[in-house]
């Protein structure tokens, strides 16, 4: 019986750090299901509080891979009646 080095099983164990591409043998067992929860969460918070941009903001938009807001968006967070 061989003995397994820790940097041995850590190359085979699934990791949430591990790269997305069809290469990628090491994949994160659990990544679907957090996915889905985390979609689920989303929508029922969408249903029970609106999402509004705090007055006066100026939105930068930054181009990189996607456009995204160059210094966040502060947001306002109202409970839906």
Known sequence: MSAT???DAAERAPRAD???NRETLLVC???AFGSTEAIL???TLAQRVRLRLVP???VEPVARLSLRPANGLPML???RA
Request: proline residues 0%; aromatic residues 0%.
């Open 5 to 7: 080095t820790s940097s």
């Open 18 to 20: 591990a790269k997305r």
């Open 29 to 31: 067992a659990g990544q």
């Open 41 to 43: 969460c989303l929508a």
């Open 56 to 58: 006066l903001t100026i």
């Open 77 to 79: 967070i109202e409970r």
